[in-house]
C-alpha cells in the first residue's frame, strides 16, 4: 500500500451483495483498501469475508444510523462511502417497517452528514428498481432513470426516502453522489430467506419450496458480480448526481425460475407449494439498462444460465454456510412466515 492509497468505506459488507463487492474490489484494482463497517444484523454473516486478504480489508461493527460510531470508523482520508446497508426484505417490512426507517432512510442521512463533514470525495448509494413500484403486463414497459417514484412496500418507500435525500444532499451542498438501482440479485451467500436461495435450498433437501400467488409475478435478474462491477464504475467514472438503472434484460416469471432451478436439479415439479400472496405483491420489474451502457460502457457477463448454474454449484458446494446461516434466529422467522420448520441440515 502506498500513499495513493484509496480508503473505501463500505457499508454492509458482511451481507449478500456489499461482501461480493468488497471481493470485486480488491481483485480488479491494486489501490484500494477497504473499511467493511456492519451492524451484523441477522443478514450480516462474517462467513461472507472468509479469504479476503486482512492487509487490504478491515471490519467494523457498528450501526449506520449511530453518527458517532460512523465518525470514529471513518479513515482521514476516505475516497468514497459504498452504501449496501440496509434492511432488504420486503415481507419484513410489511411485519414491522420501524428499523426499515432508522437504516434505510435515518442511516443514509448520517452518511451523507459524514461525508459533508468530513470530506469524503464520493458518495454511492445502492439503490432498487422497487423505487418505481410495479409494472403493467406489458413487454414493452420498462423502469427508466425518468421514471416516477411510486414505492409500494414500506421496503420500497424507505429507500425511495433514502434516495430522495442523496439527491437533495447533492443539490443542496454539491456532494459528489451517485445512485445506482438494481433489480433482483442471485448469487452465491445470499440470505435464504430470499426467494432464490430459499427455492435452492428447499430443492437440495426435497423440501417444498413456497411460491407466492400465482407464480406470475416476474422479476428482471442479475447476477451479483455484474451488478457489483455496475457500481464499481459508477464509483470510478460515473457523473456526479446521476442515477444508473441496471439490469441485465432479464425478465422471468417466478414460477419459471422455480421451474428452471428444478430441471437443472432433476427434481419434480411436485416440490412446488404456492402459498398466500404477498399483500401489496409488485406484479412487475423490468429495467431498461441503456443509459449505463452508453455512459460507463457496463455489460452484463453472465447469461441466466450461466448464472444459474453458478449459483446452484455454490450452494451445493457450501452446505456449512447454508447449515448456519440457516440456524438460530432465521428458523422463528420462517415459521412465522411459512407456517412450517426449516428443512433440518
Ligand atoms: N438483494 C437484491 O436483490 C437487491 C436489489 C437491489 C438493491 N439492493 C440493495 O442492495 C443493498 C444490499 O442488499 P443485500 O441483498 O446484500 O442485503 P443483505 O440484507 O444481504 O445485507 C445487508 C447488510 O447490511 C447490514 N446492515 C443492516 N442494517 C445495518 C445498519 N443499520 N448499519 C450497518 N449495517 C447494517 C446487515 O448486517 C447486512 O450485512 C441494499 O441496500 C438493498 O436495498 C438489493
Known amino acids: 500500500m502506498t500513499k495513493n492509497t484509496r480508503e473505501i468505506f463500505v457499508t454492509g459488507g458482511a451481507g449478500f451483495i456489499g461482501s461480493a463487492f468488497i471481493r470485486l474490489l480488491l481483485d480488479e484494482t491494486a489501490d484500494c ?83 459533508r463533514a468530513r470530506g469524503v470525495k464520493r458518495f454511492i448509494q445502492v439503490s432498487t428498481d422497487e423505487v418505481m413500484g410495479s409494472l403493467p403486463e406489458n ?19 424507505s429507500k425511495a426516502a433514502a434516495e430522495h435525500l442523496v439527491r437533495a444532499a447533492h443539490h443542496t451542498f454539491g456532494l459528489d453522489t451517485v445512485v445506482t438501482r438494481c433489480g433482483n440479485n442471485y448469487g452465491p451467500r445470499q440470505f435464504p430467506e430470499k426467494f432464490l436461495p430459499l427455492a435452492i435450498s428447499n ?28 457500481i464499481l464504475l459508477a464509483l470510478e467514472k460515473g457523473r456526479p448526481g446521476a442515477v444508473y438503472n441496471v439490469g441485465a434484460r432479464n425478465e422471468h416469471h417466478n414460477i419459471d425460475v422455480v421451474g428452471s432451478l428444478l430441471n437443472t436439479l432433476g427434481k419434480p415439479r411436485s416440490l412446488i407449494r404456492f402459498v398466500k400472496d404477498r399483500p401489496g405483491h409488485d406484479r412487475r420489474y423490468a429495467i431498461d439498462p441503456l443509459l449505463i451502457e452508453c455512459e460507463l460502457g457496463w455489460r452484463p457477463r453472465e447469461t441466466w444460465e450461466t448464472g444459474l448454474q453458478k449459483t446452484i ?17 432465521y428458523k422463528d422467522y420462517y415459521r412465522k412466515q411459512y407456517g412450517t420448520e426449516v428443512a433440518a441440515t
Open 33 to 115: 483498501k477497504v473499511t467493511n463497517f456492519d451492524a451484523l444484523t441477522y443478514a450480516g454473516n462474517l462467513d461472507n469475508l472468509e479469504g479476503l486478504d486482512a492487509a487490504r480489508h478491515r471490519f467494523v461493527h457498528g450501526n449506520i444510523a449511530d453518527a458517532e460510531a460512523v465518525h470514529t470508523a471513518l479513515g482521514e482520508n476516505t475516497h468514497a462511502i459504498v452504501n449496501f446497508a440496509a434492511e432488504s426484505h420486503v415481507d419484513r417490512s410489511i411485519a414491522n417497517a420501524a428499523e426499515f426507517l432508522r437504516t434505510n432512510i435515518t442511516g443514509t442521512q448520517v452518511l451523507l452528514d459524514a461525508v
Open 139 to 157: 413487454e414493452d414497459a420498462f423502469f427508466t432513470e425518468e421514471s416516477p417514484f411510486a414505492p409500494n412496500s414500506p421496503y420500497a418507500a
Open 313 to 329: 454449484q455454490w450452494y451445493q458446494q457450501n452446505s456449512r454456510w447454508l447449515e448456519r446461516t440457516r440456524s438460530g434466529a
Open 203 to 230: 430443492a437440495l433437501k426435497d423440501e417444498s419450496i413456497p411460491v407466492y400467488g400465482d407464480g406470475g409475478n416476474v422479476r428482471d435478474w442479475i447476477y451479483v458480480d455484474d451488478h457489483c462491477r455496475a
